[in-house]
């Protein structure tokens, strides 16, 4: 339980999203608030670490405000928040819930008059309190001494500290089983494991790292779909996704899977841990991450085949753009295979195809004559080509939309002032307007529909758009600068070497 401002309360008490706005038991909540008066209060619910919106209640001439909802409130942690904004936080599981406080210390002066779950949770929390003042004081008085058995001293006390919490919170659990407030104890809980040592006596902090990692939720009840509306959940599943977990797209995509399995694949704990991982990798600025994006995609909200998609929070218009995003993109995921791609230099005579260029590396950049950034961006390519990337033995691929007399212009002239003397080749005027007529007059001969349909293929929403692939014609890198380029191109070859050593 917290007082304090909410920063951002404004953005948070906004109606309910789709996977929040769901029927729950019926419960009546009851809170006086000495100094309210015809005050306006909210209550609003956690789902995973945010708040949001649940429902409002004015409190009468006595500060007396009732909250009662034909829908009900689910249980898990919610916050009475009044003017100010601030607030304090309540436990909601059992019918009713009847609490008394004063507006100048909240938590200070409130007081449980019906409600087991808020007596054990706020005498938890003033337990927690009171150690840390004791503590606060132990350690101050451990820093201003030099004398090294003095300090030993302190240590000890400060180590039983610890051991009373520890015991305080197992003495909790073991009495109260079945309450929110329990649960939310022990998840918070570190899980105490035995020291790996290696046959020299030394730690073995690789086996102590996969051991963590294997019992980093013994603590959590991840069928308890109460859970997903308990702050300390979502920041253990926060830490788990994006600290514990190598941030590497197999091994993510592996470890997730294994983890959402224990659930019972349909409650909300489910739901919570689909949307968060799939929302965080789709918008993640780190390349490479979308191949996790498309993973949840495809194996949780796209239907395949007879197998129907998991995701039925999401309304069918969001469901489908999701879908045809992720389908777009899974073809262009690092370590796939890049799509076959043969285009017509200027002259419209020679079709070129990357996959025969003999460089190991080839860096594909699709572009478009009337683009600012690309004006700006391919000169810088320019330089660093014939400074460093030639020499590494890279390549550049450069496609132009060049489907009318103006870009064809353009996208010539361009070449010649900016000396692009790397592989140019695009769709061009002829080429397009033929193909439009029939395509088979170019295909299979020269190119594909998939060649000539190159910005859907390489979903080239905007451009420049840069893509490198190596010996295998495989995706290593996406929008990368020209240095960048340099540098893993560098990498990829001493891994290589290291390999081909043994």
Partial sequence: MRNAAIATLLLSLLPTCTLTAQDGPKRDVEVTINGLAKDTVYLANYYGSKLYYSDTAVADAKGKVVFHSAR??????????????????VILNEPVVKLATDT??????????????????LDYIRFLNEKKKESDILRGQMEAVKDPIAKGNFKAGLEQFDKDVKAYQKALIAQNPGLLAASLVKIGMSVELPEIRKADGSLDSAAAYYQFRQHFWDNVDLKDERIVRVPVFANKFDEYIGKTIPQVPDTINKLVDELIARTDGSND?????????????????IMGMDAVFVHMALTYYCPDGNRP??????????????CERAHKQAPLVIGA?????SLTDTSEQKWVNFYDLQQEYVVIIFWDPHCGHCKKELP????LYHEKMKAEGIEVFCVAKATDDELMKDWKAFIRENDLDWVNVGLTKNVFEEA???????????????????????????????????????????????????????QLKLIKEKRSKG
């Fill in 72 to 89: 009900g409130y689910k249980a898990g942690v919610y916050a009475v928040v009044v003017p100010g904004p601030k607030y304090f936080e």
């Fill in 104 to 121: 100048t210390d909240l938590l200070g002066k409130l007081v449980v008059k019906a409600s087991k779950e808020n007596q054990v949770f």
């Fill in 269 to 285: 704990v489910f739901r919570y841990m689909v949307n968060t991982v799939t929302h965080k990798y789709e918008t993640s600025d």
């Fill in 309 to 322: 998609g998991r995701a039925d929070w999401i309304p069918q218009d969001k469901l489908t753009k999701l």
């Fill in 337 to 341: 295979k890049a799509p076959y791609l």
């Fill in 380 to 383: 810088e390519f320019a330089k």
């Fill in 436 to 490: 439009k007529k029939d395509a088979r007059k170019f295909i299979p001969k020269y190119t594909t529909i998939e060649s000539l349909n190159y910005a859907d293929t390489y979903d080239v929403y905007a451009t420049p758009k840069v893509f490198l692939v190596d010996g295998e014609r495989k995706f290593r890198g996406k929008q990368l600068s020209p240095d960048q380029i340099v540098d893993l191109v560098k």
